[in-house]
């Protein structure tokens, strides 16, 4: 018996050294990315009334396409830095619980959502979407138009340079509006559209006496004057109104700009150094986006493949209720109507314990009885008075198991998405005959619903949205459909995200069940078996399957593994949602950790079977022996 109890002893100690806490949401950017790390305390006196342009994303550290789309933003941010004065650049993370407030107020409903704050924005203000494709170069031009825009309007901020070009009307005068202090001009001569020249502008706008301005291919006036007839170019017009040209060595910003830095150098222009330090060189050119590098994580937990893990539907209804939801300033109209349909298909078909049900009914019947709209923070009080009221309550901290990603970012609540709709789906399909539950065929409508209303990636959904038509789910009828249809579009989109930069490479996108999770689930080549499928769903993701244990304790899952499937290797899980973390990988438990459980099983069998010659077949034999 006491190499059992340290054998038991060790195991859960290795289970706990390799478990970690992977429910915080990871942080996709630092100080060291040039961008300021907004806060639901910091927003607000960073913002509000200052002189400068706010340029910031909102987004979701869980959000696939925040993921993909960061390195673009870390692009942005650097390329502006030069302009720190004029504009900042900033990020906030919806996915952190504090700042829920903040991106509610903003009325935040999708990720990655951009917003220009101009300069002296009231308290109170939500700022202006950036109207520009989510690409370095569509940023940065939009970004330029809107300080072009606030000039125009005699917005900006005295002391700003001027971005606007040279009209043909201002040629006679060129020297009238000019300080005396300034004695050469630079002239930037661009095609219409181009960016280049107000960058440059921008770039050198702490340099005094010196005044850079732009002028467009229908300036034929200027150009005459100054003699130019390629473009892009450059020319300095002097006081006396004698032209120097300066060739660059390449026609980019970077070009230009050292064009610019090297005659201010030799005319001894320059007196502070500081005013040029951040101007981009030619050496420092960003040659385009660069992935992220993805991380790995040493610290691993017990899961074992096809287990789901009620940590992980809890984990997943935590967020979808208090994160997404309760995220709307007001919902109303169709959002309201796709909330009710949610909130029942959880109520009835949700896998969990008694309280948790009770809770779901209590807060769908609110909603129900709410009226024409209700105020996502009064959604967010009500979830928390009935959690205290039924005694359920999902600690914020608690532990991915089966979702559990190898860095941070990967899976997590998009992975428990998938889990929790196929759980729906299958709840609601295994249901007898004659006590169906009232509106069970409408399980997969209301996830497409919470998908197009409420998931926060704006590209998760549209992509979910799309499948959903290309795929024809509102045709879907039987609830044996709805969980195969589910199931299909999981694997359309494991196969689309297959080798993306969201998906974890410890846990690669598949096919799934594969042969090891069901030997039977395929015929000949790539053929389906359907029934034999649909079968392995219902049983991978039935109630009665579901894993109650957490992090430390996952390993006592080997049963219900044993229950799903008879004979496989421990080497996948599924993973994620449309457009972030879909689908199943590497097993996370090596062989180190298998050898111990069987020689666990082994001693333990040896023990009952001592046990039972010692206490019952000795003890009957004594007996016989003393009556005769």
């Known amino acids: 018996m006491r190499a059992v109890v340290i054998l038991s002893v060790l195991l859960a100690a290795h289970a706990a050294k390799l478990a970690g806490n992977n429910n915080e949401p990871t942080q996709l950017y630092t100080v060291n ?21 706010w340029l910031v994303e909102f987004y979701n550290s869980w959000c696939g396409f925040c993921q993909r789309f960061a390195p673009t933003w ?32 903003l009325e935040i409903m999708s990720y990655p959502t951009m917003r220009v704050f101009p300069p002296m924005t009231k308290p109170g203000e939500m700022g202006i979407d950036l109207e520009a494709e989510k690409t370095f170069t569509s940023i940065k031009a939009g970004l330029l138009e809107f300080i072009e825009k606030e000039q125009l309007e005699g917005k900006g901020v005295q002391g700003w340079p001027t971005l606007t070009p040279y009209r043909n009307s201002e040629v006679a005068n060129i020297w009238a509006q ?45 150009a005459k004057l100054i003699e130019v007839s390629n473009y892009p170019a450059l020319a300095v017009l002097k006081r006396d109104m004698s032209v120097v040209h300066v060739l660059p060595t390449s026609k980019t910003r970077e070009g230009f700009a050292a064009a610019v830095h090297a005659f201010l150098a030799r005319e001894g222009i320059i007196e502070d150094v500081s005013a040029v330090r951040d101007i981009p060189r030619e050496t420092d050119l960003l040659k385009g986006k660069v992935a992220a590098p993805i991380k790995t994580n040493s610290e691993k937990v017990h899961s074992f493949p096809d287990v789901v893990y009620q940590a992980d539907l809890e984990n997943t209804l935590r967020f979808s209720l208090k994160h997404e939801i309760a995220m709307h300033r007001v919902i109303a109209g169709e959002t309201l109507e796709a909330l009710k349909m949610y909130l029942r298909s959880l109520a009835s078909f949700y896998p969990t314990r008694p309280q948790g049900t009770m809770f779901l009914e209590r807060l769908r019947d609110w909603v129900e009885a709410s009226g024409d709209s209700i105020r996502g923070e009064d959604f967010m009080l009500r979830i928390n008075q009935f959690e205290k009221e039924f005694n359920f309550i999902i600690p914020e901290n608690q532990d991915w ?34 006590r169906a539950t009232p509106g069970s065929e409408l399980v997969l409508q209301s996830i497409l619903r919470y998908v197009r209303h409420f998931f926060g990636c704006a590209g998760c959904s549209k992509h979910f949205q799309e499948m959903a038509r290309n795929r024809n789910l509102e045709g879907v009828r039987g609830l044996d459909e709805a969980v195969m249809w589910l199931w299909e579009a999981h694997n ?38 359907r029934e034999q499928v649909l079968r392995y769903v219902k049983e991978r993701y039935a109630k009665n399957n579901i894993c109650n244990q957490d992090a430390d304790s996952a390993h006592m899952c080997a049963p219900v593994a044993e229950n799903v499937v008879a004979l496989r290797q421990l080497d996948q899980r599924t993973n994620f949602f449309d457009d972030e973390n879909a689908q ?15 020689v666990l099983y082994l001693v333990s069998a040896v023990v009952l079977v001592l046990g039972y010659y010692k206490f019952i077949y000795r003890r009957g034999y004594k007996m016989k022996y003393n009556v005769n």
């Open 492 to 529: 359309v989109v494991n196969k689309r995200l297959k080798g993306d930069v969201t998906e974890d490479p410890h846990h690669p996108k598949i096919q799934f069940p594969n042969v090891l999770s069901c030997s039977s689930c395929k015929v000949e080549g790539e053929e389906w078996d």
């Open 178 to 222: 000019t300080p005396s202090s300034v004695q050469h001009i630079f002239l930037i001569f661009e095609e219409v559209g181009s960016t280049m020249g107000k960058e440059v502008i921008l770039d050198f706008h702490k340099v005094k006496n010196v005044q850079i301005r732009r002028a467009t291919t229908n300036n034929e006036a200027l």
């Open 401 to 434: 198991i089966g979702c559990r990603g190898s860095d941070q970012k990967f899976r997590g609540y998009t992975c428990g998405l998938w889990t929790m709709f196929h759980a729906l789906t299958v709840s609601a399909a295994s249901q007898t005959k004659r």
């Open 33 to 53: 990315d040039k961008v300021e790390l907004l806060t639901n305390l910091t927003f607000r006196s960073a913002v509000y009334e200052k002189p400068n342009v």
């Open 74 to 105: 870390k692009e942005v941010a650097a390329s502006v830095y030069p302009w720190k004065e004029i504009v900042t650049v900033g990020v906030v993370d919806c996915a952190k619980f504090e700042n829920n407030p903040l991106c509610r107020d």
């Open 584 to 598: 199943q990988g590497s097993s996370e438990f090596n062989y180190a950790d298998i050898f111990l459980c069987v």
